[in-house]
């Protein structure tokens, strides 16, 4: 069982910058990769990034790349959305993910493809 706390949600100007973590219990947590993703009002929920377990290697959403930035602390167990740049646009609940074993290249950009969420931290941005 893997449960996922995400904090860090606030209101910034178009510009800011604001960073999310996402804190996790669950030994499994560290050994599959991890997503973010973020639901604005009634809008389907968008893929916005992952991070592979070891850190090394990443992904993201054309719409945030070059602005947001995922890392992750193993030893803590926290998984971390930097962002930079913030558009009225990023305006969104932002959620963090976690499967419960190997995704595919399909999968790790879905919804479905993740098993554990947490609860969500709301992100508005002001123009």
């Known amino acids: 069982q893997v449960q996922l706390v995400e904090s860090g949600g606030g209101l910034v100007q178009a510009g800011g910058s604001l960073r999310l973590s996402c804190a996790a219990s669950g030994r499994s947590f560290s050994m599959n990769v991890a997503g973010w993703f973020r639901q604005a009002p009634g809008k389907e929920r968008q893929f916005v990034g992952y991070i592979n377990p070891s850190g090394g290697s990443r992904g993201y959403a054309d719409s945030v790349k070059g602005r947001f930035t995922i890392s992750r602390d193993n030893a803590k167990n926290t998984v971390y959305l930097q962002m930079n740049s913030l558009k009225p646009e990023d305006t969104a609940v932002y959620y963090c993910?976690?499967?419960?074993?190997?995704?595919?290249?399909?999968?790790?950009?879905?919804?479905?493809?993740?098993?554990?969420w947490g609860q969500g931290t709301q992100v508005t941005v002001s123009s």
């Open positions: 993910a976690a499967p419960e074993g190997v995704l595919s290249i399909t999968q790790i950009t879905s919804p479905s493809g993740y098993k554990y």
